[in-house]
């Protein structure tokens, strides 16, 4: 075999730069509607099962990120239980509910909701919930793979999305075939990559708000401050996360 670390490398490479050129409007159209909610008074929430419940933690005060993030966390739902309850629970819509019970939603908030598969029903049924409640709702998926899965369109993620956009993660999540075994994950990669083209473009949307709604990472010097009002005016989100 060729250099492991090249091959994966080019692979990874380039389904991230399929994401740039193929889903760059739906990118832009995005953030401009997430920048215009949070001018409104709107925050933005973040849900994934499994897997995809790490990239809902990543959003939170996470350095260069955007501040007016609400994960939803769930420990039904990550794997603080286990794999197979993990697996149960994310294919469980009535737990939907349930996990929202808490959270007090608005005209001008937003979901982005990331399902790579893009069938399991609790997602979905996050989706139908968000959409009866007139939030805008945005899918993070990869077609393929749904389509592959899937006939009935009404059986998927993006169906139930307002606007979706394409992870372009092959079938079975993995970008390398080796000894019969699917190798190496692109979903988790490619969401963060996503959250990140999302967080820059609404950064320049947002450049003259006051305070300028991104963390700055609490290592920096002098650091404190710009975080603090930040921490202060979205203290709602911690107190919900307790």
Known sequence: MKNSIDIFSKKL????KKIYNEENDKIKLIANKLSNNYIKGGIVYVFG????HCIAEECLHRAGAFAGVMPILDKRIDFSYGVNKASKHERNPKLAKKILKKYSFTKNDSIIIFSTSGI???????AKIMKNKKIYVI?????????SLKKNNKSKLYYFSDVYIDNYSPVGDTLINYNDVGITSSSTIAG?????????EMSIKLKTQNPFPFYKSSNLPNSKKHN???ETKFSFINNILK
Not at 49 to 52: A, L, P, R, S, V
Not at 120 to 126: A, P, V
Not at 192 to 200: A, Q, R, T
């Open 49 to 52: 099962t499994g897997h995809n």
């Open 120 to 126: 399991n029903q609790l997602s979905i049924e996050i």
């Open 192 to 200: 963060i990559f996503i959250l990140n083209l999302l967080w820059f």
């Open 228 to 230: 603090k009002i930040l």
């Open 139 to 147: 899918g993070v998926t990869s077609k393929l793979y749904s389509d």
């Open 13 to 16: 490479s380039s389904l991230l």
